[in-house]
Structure formats: structure tokens, C-alpha cells
T-cell receptor, first 113, second 117 residues
Framework: KNQVEQSPQSLIILEGKNCTLQ??????????LRWYKQDTGRGPVSLTI???SENTKSNGRYTATLDADTKQSSLHITASQLSDSASYIC????????????WGLGTSLAVNP | SQTIHQWPATLVQPVGSPLSLECTVE??????LYWYRQAAGRGLQLLFY??????ISSEVPQNLSASRPQDRQFILSSKKLLLSDSGFYLC????????????????FGEGSWLTVV
């Protein structure tokens, strides 16, 4: 069964600190994995897209890693800012006959001053 | 640059009333268009997608329908709303066919909050 599980469900950190969000998936065959940022009440915004052969990809202070063997991904946020407060959603895309996007439930991040 | 507009932003509708949410994309042609729903505590659920004018694929059975009368216009409709239709509706677009191709970023609108009472 195609599943994407994210942890933790929610996280509170202080401004300036780093944090890492986790994503485990069972989607197979696998095509790519995406991380989205969704501010409350707004549409998701793409942060990164990684294919099977990519281990890491950065977008400013956001760095995503992918281990396709263990089917795990992480999103690392460096030097957090108040504006990083949002939900971060992991999305896995299947391939072949499994060509669909499987959305995780997201990790809700709150950055406090 | 490309932009996506979705309206209305919020609406409160009684059970049994009709629904029409509209979405337009500017700055690109032949986009793939999508309607998603995000219910509280649940992940995004793909409702409809379209690869061209008049071409609509439905992902889940429901009392909603979608139409694409023009290349960059996507409309979500219902003849009679149910309480369970409440949620956050998102229109989105992408450049490449399908949803599983490298670099096929999906761009979302600002969303429409629907409350059925």
C-alpha cells in the first residue's frame, strides 16, 4: 500500500535553531520525492524535488536528503526564522503503473522568538 | 511569470446549494490543471485533473464535478453540496504531462475555504 509517514507531527523550536523533519514512504516503484511548505490557510509551495539518484538537494536554508534504499527522506532547516513557521509536507511520486502523488500529513513547525 | 488565481477565497454555503469555484492560470499555455481538497487532519486529496480543454479525469467518486471550458480555466462545481464537502480546496497547475516526471513542479493557488452548513 502506498503510504507516506512524517514525523514528528508537530515541532516547536526557538528562532535561530536548526531542526530536521523526517519522511518515510512505502511507495513503489518510486519516481521522485518532493517537499512542500504550506503556510496556514495558503497553498503549498514547492521546496525541493529529488529523484532516485539524488541524495541531497538544497534550497537556501532548506536541505533535503533522500535514501532510496531505506525509503527515507529528511528536511533540514538551518538557522530557523519566524517565517519558517508552517506545515512541511512530504510528497512521493510513484512510477509506471503507480504514477500518482502520495501526500503525507505534514509536520507542523512553530518557530518562537 | 506564471500566476494562478482562485476564487472565491472563502464561502459558506447551505447544504443542498450549488457550488462553483473558479481557477485561472496566466503566463503559460497548455497547463495540466488540478483540483485538490485538504480536509482537517488529512493530506491533500486529488479530486480532478485535466490535460487539455474538455478533458477531465476524476480520482475519487463524489458529488463534485469539474470542467475546463478554456485552456487556462478550471472550474469545480456541485449541484447539491453535502456537509462532508466542507474543506480547503486548492487549484494547481503544472507544465509537464502526468505527475511523476522529474521537475514537474506543481504550483498551487491560494485556496478556497468552503464551509457547508
Amino acid at each position: 500500500k502506498n503510504q507516506v509517514e512524517q514525523s514528528p507531527q508537530s515541532l516547536i523550536i526557538l528562532e535561530g535553531k536548526n531542526c530536521t523533519l523526517q519522511c518515510n514512504y512505502t511507495v513503489s516503484p518510486f519516481s521522485n520525492l518532493r517537499w512542500y511548505k504550506q503556510d496556514t490557510g495558503r497553498g503549498p509551495v514547492s521546496l525541493t524535488i529529488m529523484t532516485f539518484s539524488e541524495n541531497t538537494k538544497s534550497n537556501g536554508r532548506y536541505t533535503a536528503t533522500l535514501d532510496a534504499d531505506t525509503k527515507q527522506s529528511s528536511l533540514h532547516i538551518t538557522a530557523s526564522q519566524l517565517s519558517d513557521s508552517a506545515s512541511y509536507i512530504c510528497v512521493v511520486s510513484g512510477a509506471g503503473n503507480n504514477r500518482k502523488l502520495i501526500w503525507g500529513l505534514g509536520t507542523s513547525l512553530a518557530v518562537n522568538p | 511569470s506564471q500566476t494562478i488565481h482562485q476564487w472565491p477565497a472563502t464561502l459558506v454555503q447551505p447544504v443542498g446549494s450549488p457550488l462553483s469555484l473558479e481557477c485561472t492560470v496566466e503566463g503559460t499555455s497548455n497547463p495540466n490543471l488540478y483540483w485538490y481538497r485538504q480536509a482537517a487532519g488529512r493530506g491533500l486529496q486529488l479530486l480532478f485533473y485535466s490535460v487539455g480543454i474538455g478533458q477531465i479525469s476524476s480520482e475519487v467518486p463524489q458529488n463534485l464535478s469539474a470542467s475546463r471550458p478554456q485552456d487556462r480555466q478550471f472550474i469545480l462545481s456541485s449541484k447539491k453540496l453535502l456537509l462532508s464537502d466542507s474543506g480547503f480546496y486548492l487549484c494547481a497547475w503544472s507544465r509537464l504531462a502526468g505527475t511523476a516526471q522529474t521537475g514537474n513542479t506543481i504550483y498551487f493557488g491560494e485556496g478556497s475555504w468552503l464551509t457547508v452548513v
